[in-house]
Structures are given as structure tokens and as C-alpha cells.
């Protein structure tokens, strides 16, 4: 990029662009961004952070940088911003031997503990104190044992199932059933615990080898104990962490570069 402004405030106020640019604003004076590739209605300048949809966290402000640049690369490539690589997905097996996981797979019934405050009288007291007090290394231990992981993914192979049950037998939560395959909605209400949430789509597997029925899943429910991949004898079910690989500018320079070779 040419320039980079860097602004810190808390609102937008942009009386500093000529409105002859070719930069268009709306309604609320802030410039009219394409929120995939952050280009703004002038080709070649983009906004970012707050600049480009108003307040939001650092997290999201370093995202939209690392769009732009993205944008930019491809701008001084002289190829089309709005075309960019897709994301990307991988799957590893967490398995390290029969009953042993590479995570922390005992389901914590533990209730989120609340964070110690300073008292009321203290605060009062001292305003420039902090006031949550955290936690004990103890209590950090317990808290983290709370998390679903929710990255490691139950996969399953439907070819490998025999259709013992035993995963059905041992799940904690219920949330897996064989069964012959059917409408939607009519699938939910027999499952062995009926799936309420219409926004959390099942997971039903191909057609079983042995019977043509299939396995059902309500991720919902899933607490991610790994106990039906530990308790499967043919390792139908897989405990497989996913990582998201989300391209950035220095991925695209790859790809443009290994285009031309
Ligand atoms: S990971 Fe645990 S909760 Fe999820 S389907 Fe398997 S046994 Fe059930
Ligand atoms: S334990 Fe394995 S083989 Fe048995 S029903 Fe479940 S997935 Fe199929």
C-alpha cells in the first residue's frame, strides 16, 4: 500500500475526504465498503477496523486488515479483488491408543464459576483498581476441564459400521440412533432423544452395510467425550480435531506466484 492511516477514536468522521474521490458514504457518513474484499466504491483505497463498519473488537479490526491486504495484493497484481482463495479445511485423528486421547476428553459437569470481584466498599474506595481478582491455578485447572471441545469432530465411516450398538449403548447424552432413514421432521421426533432445535441441522450417515438404516447424530447434544469412537470394535467412530485455515495475503501470493510458473 501507498499510505496506511492509522486512527484510534471513537467515532467515524471522515470531513477530510474531498466527496469528489469516487469514495461514496452513506446515510451515516461512513464510506460504503465491500465487506468481503473491504474495497471501497474508489478501486485501490480500502477501510478497515472501526473505518469500515463502526465498532467492533481488535480481533475483527486485524481481520479486516488481513482482508485488505489480501485485496491490495491483488489489486497491484492487477487481478480481480473480489476473487480469493477459499478457506480451508483439515482433519486429524486424535487417537494415541485404545482408551487414550490427545485431549482432554472427561466430560466436566463442573458450573462455570463466577469471577471474584473486589467488594463494593473497596471499589468505591479505590477507583482505579482492578476489579476482577481471578482465579487460582487450581481453579483455572477446573475451569478449563469445562471446555466441549468443540474442535475435535466425531467422524464416522458408515462402511465400517457392524450395527452393535455399542456406541448407541454407552453415548452419555443420547444423541445417537440407528434407524431407517425418513422426512426430516419426522426423523427429529423419533430419534432416542427427540431433536427440538430446527437451527442445528442432524447428521445422518450414508446407508449401513448391513441393514440400509442409518446412523444419526444431534450435535447438539454431543458433549465430545470420544466414548463411542473408544467403545466402536471397528473404528467407524473417529475423534478428529478440524483446523480452519483461513487464507491470508501471503497464501494468495503463493497461489498468483505458483500460476505463473
Ligand atoms: S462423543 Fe460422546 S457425546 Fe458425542 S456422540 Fe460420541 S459418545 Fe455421544
Ligand atoms: S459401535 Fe461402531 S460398529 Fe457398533 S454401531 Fe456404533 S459405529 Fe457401528
Known sequence: ADDVIL???????????????????????VPVIDPRTFQSTRPGVYF?????????NIIWAVEHG??????????????????RLPPGMNLHSRKMGMHEWSYANDYSPVERRLMP???LKERFKKLNIEVELGFTAEQVEQEVQRCLNCDVQTVFIAKLCIECDACLDICPVDCLTITANGPEAELRARLKAPARNLAQPLYVSAALPQTGRVMVKDEDLCVHCGLCAERCPTAAWDMQKSQLHWPHAEDEARALEARKT
Not at 488481513?66 to 476473487?83: D, F, G, K, L, T
Open 66 to 83: 488481513h482482508q485488505a491486504a489480501i485485496s491490495i495484493h491483488r489489486h497491484c497484481e492487477r487481478q480481480p479483488v473480489s476473487e
Open 117 to 119: 470481584h473486589v467488594s
Open 48 to 56: 478497515g477496523g472501526d473505518a469500515a463498519f463502526g465498532p467492533k
Open 7 to 29: 486512527a484510534i477514536g471513537q467515532e467515524n468522521a471522515f470531513p477530510w475526504i474531498e466527496r469528489d474521490l469516487g469514495i461514496e458514504f452513506d446515510k451515516w457518513d
